[in-house]
């Protein structure tokens, strides 16, 4: 759906990739999301929603050369308490 231009992403990822040893779980991945957006995040097992997600709540590290941006600052997102400090919390199942 087109935004309109002055409406900026409440979060962007960009570049995300993520390697566990000789699997790569994650690839260039990107995700933006707008103010007052609900996603949800889809995919078979194994294909790194969860890595995605532990990754913008701090509990992994994504490869170099990953952007993380909210409310359009880039921001480094170290560890959980970062996250939190960004308004981020993972609910588990
Ligand atoms: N801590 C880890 N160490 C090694 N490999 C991992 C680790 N976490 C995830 N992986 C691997 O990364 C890939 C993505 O896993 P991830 O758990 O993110 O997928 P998922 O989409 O959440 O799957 P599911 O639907 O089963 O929850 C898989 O190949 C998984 O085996
Ligand atoms: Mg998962």
């Known amino acids: 759906m087109a935004k309109s231009p002055e409406l900026r992403p409440l979060l962007e990822m960009r570049h ?4 566990f040893g000789a699997n790569k779980a994650l690839r260039d991945v990107q995700l933006t999301i707008y103010p007052g957006e609900v996603h949800a995040l889809m995919g078979e097992n194994g294909a ?3 890595t995605l997600m532990k990754i913008l709540a701090g509990a992994y590290q994504s490869d ?3 952007e993380i941006r ?7 997102i170290g560890d959980p308490l970062a ?6 919390s993972i609910i588990y199942q």
């Open 48 to 50: 790194g929603k969860s």
């Open 64 to 66: 170099p050369g990953a």
């Open 70 to 76: 909210i409310d359009g600052k880039p921001v480094v």
């Open 83 to 88: 996250a939190k400090a960004h308004g981020i």
């Open 16 to 19: 995300v990739s993520k390697t």
